[in-house]
């Protein structure tokens, strides 16, 4: 304790004063000790929150200067200290005009109850020393009190923030509790005392700004109704974080900072710890300016407190993780030597001393040698922050070039299309005609004029800095038509328009795509969300591998609500579009083979699809209860791939083929349990259909993936979802050999492992069954002739890689021969769904030569890889006539060997 006396003179006169309070008993715990009773009366009240805070804070700042108590443990108990100070002070001051003017009640009569919001430090948990507190005043419903000559709760509650405010910022012979600030409140010092929370949310969406949505991410319910107050943040929660991701929220911080920097200035405050360059807000706008741009898609951004954002910054790569826990370690140091000012006269100050004795107590506080140490770390400690900030913040300085002049005179109208045609064609643009054509076109668009002033500059930079940058790319003007497409589809988004025009990461790797691939350009065009995903290089070419994919998803989902299912379909878009970019910018960059390729779009759609079968069994469960089969167990929905999906060779644009089982023994049964019952058989079919939408429904975020169910039995003319027993029975008795062929590329995807099992049982037994050869030849024959005469769409110019002879088609039809004429003596050619593999087994089986098997394998990945680069193209499948003769004669020669 000594340690800390000597490093505090107002901790030394307190302890001559209240010796009692620092015992040793007293001090070494960790815990706040509390009145458990609340007096009525008024002054009673009064001098117990003063004497009891201030014997609390004691505590606090004797074990913070002695080195015995980490940051976060100051900052929690610091906070909750004042959370019961604000709950004792609401309690009294309820008590007092409730036996005045009776209970606020609603228009129903049902009680209102307050909730006092904490906002700032407080609210985050991360109170400092001698910090005042920001508050905001709300209650549940309007209505009035239920005395004889009632009151509007809004006078009511009014008169409740008087007393309160008295209770704890009123000077008595014991000091105050806690400065009150309720500038923070809807309309300042200008609006109500206290609101509704209906007024709360017409406010915000009326009357929001900017800064408000800043400080409300701190927001956290302190006193009165928490609950409800929890809600009523739920509620705002759209005013706070944007759907969508929002960059211009940088330029609004910025300007904050601005307005900061001058009131620094202004006051001579360069030494302040909190304002000042390197200090405590400038960490706090890095780590909200992350919360603000992405916490509406990003659950876990939600937090009020900093420091476990600002790991969750690092974790997720936002932040580089070394600069996050740097940042970390820096922030703590700030809040270390903010509190230790402030405990050395209990006084609401940031500035660094200048007096040696004071630095001296300082340091000794924090571990420094002497008060010149401690100056040089806070030194180090300002600039290191300074610098991130300013790598965040900073905005670029628009070059001034022949292309920038080009674009300004274009965009004031003084330049005719051949004029501008003719200056871009000199400046390497070319070919120049379409490039000029389209830039008068965005130049002129009826869109700018709505438009802010400042918005529509930062397009005018961003079109010249992409018209610049794009002469460095091998075919600069195909590059610009492509990135300026994408400029179109962001015009009325400010949001996009600052990131790009900020951020030259996210040009250079626009441009890069943008040259690679039309694809591409139009998927981002559509999407704008994905601008995001330029930022980062390192994550935007290494998609991740199948179990990364699943945490990450879970990660995001976990933080929905489940009354939100909105939220919950646009994070699965959002995720399908994300990743989707991540493994076309590896693969254009040919980070990754055709087949991890392929392995990955397929995880994605693999870990999506049982993403959305779980949330949609859930909620069914919830409305219309369990389907059980007649022995009580649960009866189970099985998913089943077939297709590409099925053969793990998932594309860009694929589809999903889908067949959905239940084993339900009773389709007839009743489900137990839920809101409201259903039969079985309708459960599964309303579960299946509800799980089509959610992956196909277009939304503002787009669409997960197109559903095809016609691979399921009988068709178009089947049921949605079929019991076990009846796909049994019909791949037995009544397929044809068409639908085998589809089911040697079939595989379970989720559902029940006992569903798993009987599913691949019926598989391997109905494909093991012994075949005529001929008969199989023909009718595979048959089948691949009527594909051609309707698909093929080769003429004496062109060749169809995929319908045509030789082609993709016929190759996957060999092997799905080979397959069926072989199954019933080498079942295990059964063990996989995908043709190269199938094939390997084939031949390990001695069914097809190995040189064969080569030759065929490597056709098929020629013909594909070729197909697989003209979709990135934006190509159809029909390439020259002569083009792949020897894929084609090796395809040929086999389907006329084995089949012909």
Not at 370 to 389: C, E, H, I, P, S
Not at 813 to 825: G, K, M
Request: proline residues 4%; hydrophobic residues 45%.
């Amino acid at each position: 304790m000594s340690d800390a006396l000597n490093r505090s003179p107002w901790l030394a006169a307190l302890a001559e004063r209240e010796p009692e309070w620092f015992t040793d008993e007293a001090l070494c715990r960790a815990d706040i000790v509390w009145p458990a009773e609340v007096p009525s009366e008024r002054a009673a009240a009064m001098r117990i929150l003063r004497r009891e805070v201030l014997r609390e804070r004691a505590r606090i700042a004797v074990r913070d200067l002695d080195g015995r108590a980490p940051l976060a443990e100051t900052l929690s108990a610091l906070s909750d200290l004042a959370d019961r100070a604000c709950e004792m002070a609401l309690q009294v001051a309820m008590d007092s005009a409730m036996r005045r003017y009776g209970r606020p009640r609603n228009r129903v009569g049902e009680a209102v109850s307050p909730v006092v919001l904490g906002m700032g430090k407080l609210g985050g948990g991360e109170l400092n020393f001698s910090s005042d507190i920001d508050l905001i005043f709300t209650y549940t419903e309007g209505g009035e009190t239920d005395a004889d000559a009632p009151l509007d709760n809004g006078a009511f509650f009014a008169k409740v923030v008087q007393g309160f405010t008295s209770l704890l910022a009123e000077h008595t012979e014991d000091g105050y509790v806690y400065r009150v600030d309720w500038m923070l409140r809807p309309f300042g010092s200008a609006g109500a005392p206290a609101a509704s929370f209906s007024a709360m949310e017409d406010y915000y969406q009326v009357h929001g700004r900017e800064w408000e949505r800043y400080a409300l991410i701190k927001a956290r319910p302190v006193a009165g109704d928490v609950a409800a107050g929890h809600r009523l943040l739920a509620s705002l929660r759209p005013f706070v974080y944007r759907r969508y991701l929002d960059f211009d929220a940088v330029n609004s911080l910025r300007e904050l900072k601005r307005m900061i920097e001058e009131e620094v200035a202004r006051k001579g405050l360069e030494d302040n710890v909190k304002l000042g360059a390197g200090g405590i807000r400038e960490v706090e706008f890095i780590v909200q300016s992350f919360q603000l741009i992405r916490g509406g898609q990003d659950g876990r951004l939600r937090s009020p407190q900093l420091r476990p954002t600002l790991e969750y910054l690092g974790q997720a790569g936002m932040l580089d993780a070394s600069v996050a826990t740097q940042l970390d370690a820096d922030y703590v140091f700030l809040r270390r030597l903010e509190n230790a000012i402030q405990m050395q006269a209990d006084e609401q100050t940031h500035r660094f001393p200048n007096a040696a004795a004071t630095r001296q107590r300082l340091a000794e506080a924090l571990g420094a040698v002497d008060g010149t140490a401690l100056a040089a770390t806070w030194a180090d400690v300002r600039n290191r922050v300074r610098a991130q900030f300013n790598e965040v913040f900073q905005e670029e300085v628009a070059e001034d070039t022949a292309l920038a002049r080009l674009v300004s005179v274009l965009w004031e109208g003084r330049l005719a299309a051949d004029q501008v045609a003719q200056r871009l064609h000199e400046a390497g643009l070319r070919p120049a005609e379409p490039l000029a054509n389209e830039l008068r076109a965005l130049a002129t668009d009826r869109h700018l004029r709505l438009l802010r002033e400042r918005t529509v500059e930062r397009l005018r930079v961003l079109v010249a800095q992409l018209l610049q940058e794009s002469l460095a790319l091998p075919e600069p003007g195909i590059a610009a038509r492509r990135a300026l497409g994408i400029v179109v589809a962001i015009i009325g988004r400010a949001t996009y328009i600052s990131l790009l025009r900020d951020s030259a990461t996210a040009r250079a790797q626009l441009l890069k795509l943008a040259a690679a691939s039309p694809w591409l350009s139009d998927y981002i065009a559509r999407t704008p969300a994905l601008l995001d995903q330029l930022l980062d290089p390192r994550a935007l070419y290494a998609p991740p591998e199948r179990q990364a994919l699943e945490a990450d998803l879970a990660g995001r989902l976990a933080h929905l609500a489940p009354e939100d299912p909105e939220a919950f379909m646009n994070t699965l878009r959002r995720f399908q579009k994300e990743m989707t970019l991540r493994v076309a910018a590896a693969d254009l960059v040919e980070a990754l083979p055709l087949v991890q390729v392929s392995d990955r779009l397929t995880w994605l759609a693999e870990v999506l699809l049982q993403a959305a079968l779980a949330q949609t069994m859930a909620d069914m469960a919830v409305e219309y209860g369990q389907p059980n089969r007649s022995d009580g167990t649960p009866a189970g929905l099985g998913v089943i791939a077939y297709g590409k999906l099925g053969g793990i060779e998932m594309g860009y644009g694929s589809d999903l083929d889908l067949v959905f089982l239940h084993d339900a023994d009773d389709p007839q049964a009743d489900t137990v349990g839920g809101a409201r019952q259903l039969d079985v058989a309708t459960w599964f079919a309303r579960c299946a259909q509800r799980l089509i939408s959610v992956l196909s429904a277009q939304t503002a975020a787009g669409r997960v993936y197109e559903v095809d169910l016609q691979l399921r039995p009988s068709g178009n003319s089947g049921l949605v979802v079929t019991s076990f027993r009846g796909f049994d029975t019909y791949q037995r008795c009544q397929a044809w050999t068409w639908e085998h062929q589809a089911l040697t590329r079939a595989r379970f995807l989720c559902g029940p492992s006992a569903l798993a099992a009987a599913f691949a049982e019926t598989r391997r037994s109905v494909l093991a069954q012994p075949r005529d050869p001929a008969v199989l030849s023909r009718e595979i024959r048959d089948m691949r002739a009527k594909m051609r005469a309707n698909l093929d769409r080769s003429d004496a110019e062109h060749w169809d890689l995929k319908q045509g002879r030789g082609g993709l088609t016929d190759a996957e039809f060999i092997t799905q021969y080979l397959v069926l004429r072989e199954a019933h003596r080498a079942p295990d050619v059964l063990r996989w769904s995908d043709n190269w593999r199938q094939l390997d087994a084939l031949a390990g089986l001695g069914v097809i030569a190995p040189a064969d098997k080569e030759a065929l394998i490597a056709a098929y990945r020629q013909l594909r890889l070729e197909a697989h680069r003209r979709a990135l193209q934006n190509d159809d499948h029909r390439v020259a006539a002569n083009a792949f003769e020897d894929a084609r004669a090796v395809i040929s020669a086999l389907w006329q060997r084995l089949l012909d």
